[in-house]
């Protein structure tokens, strides 16, 4: 059974240009997780999505920045017009249900970005 | 606010000896803890999850510990070896489906 698989490990980007990450879940985990790591700090939460549905984007930074996760194929994170501050390792997680049922949020090795 | 706290930030300790990573948080209200590991440039490895129901777990050299009432967790780990350096990071769960995660304590065992 793969785990949470991301791509591209890593993507460079210019100023003003578009990124797009990409995170398959676990086999037969319906939730997914996408956190951000800058560096020298810790990961934090920027969205929660289940099967078509953005469940939780609080973490998300209102501009630039979107998520999806369509009936068939990987969950995407998009970031438009990218900035110098987006540079960081974003994370990918999965689950197969909710936490409060205390299943694992497994990780991805994560997808580095570097703005040039 | 939820917050998570790892203190120290770096611990260096020579090969052989026992040591323990701490993890607090200002929430007792929790799901779960969970510890992961993660090596330079790499992504997450989940070590151990505890419930909120429960006191701790162990795998392996790993053992680790939960007191909600204090708001406290530590990993144990025994008879420390030099691949055991990495960041190791403490995450829980306040029961809004997004992990809050501490800023790590970066473990270097000396051979």
């Known amino acids: 059974n793969a785990g949470v698989m991301q791509n591209p490990r890593h993507l460079v980007r210019r100023r003003g240009q578009e990124a797009r990450l990409r995170c398959s879940p676990m086999?037969?985990?319906?939730?997914v997780y996408w956190y951000r790591q800058l560096p020298e700090e810790g990961l934090k939460f920027m969205v929660y999505?289940?099967?078509?549905?953005?469940?939780?984007e609080s973490g998300m930074p209102k501009e630039r920045f979107s998520a999806e996760f369509p009936k068939e194929g990987p969950s995407i994170l998009r970031i438009q017009q990218v900035v110098r501050g987006d540079s960081a390792a974003y994370f990918c997680?999965?689950?197969?249900?909710?936490?409060?049922?205390?299943?694992?949020?497994?990780f991805g090795d994560g997808t580095r970005l570097s703005i040039l | 606010k939820q917050e998570v706290t790892q203190i120290p930030a770096a611990l260096s300790v020579p090969e052989g000896e026992n040591l323990v990573l701490n993890c607090s948080f200002t929430d007792s209200a929790i799901y779960n803890l969970q510890w992961f590991r993660q090596d330079p440039g790499k992504g997450l490895t989940s070590l151990l999850l505890?419930?909120?129901?429960?006191r701790e777990q162990t795998s392996g050299r790993l053992n680790a510990s939960l007191d909600k009432s204090s708001g406290r967790s530590t990993l144990y780990i025994a008879a420390s070896q030099p691949g055991d350096s990495a960041t190791y990071l403490c995450?829980?769960?306040?029961?809004?489906?997004?992990?809050?995660f501490g800023t790590g304590t970066r473990l270097t065992i000396i051979p």
């Open positions: 999505l289940q099967k078509e549905n953005i469940i939780d």
């Open positions: 086999k037969g985990h319906s939730h």
């Open positions: 505890i419930q909120s129901s429960q």
């Open positions: 997680a999965s689950s197969p249900s909710t936490g409060n049922n205390n299943q694992p949020q497994h």
């Open positions: 995450a829980v769960l306040f029961g809004n489906e997004k992990l809050t």
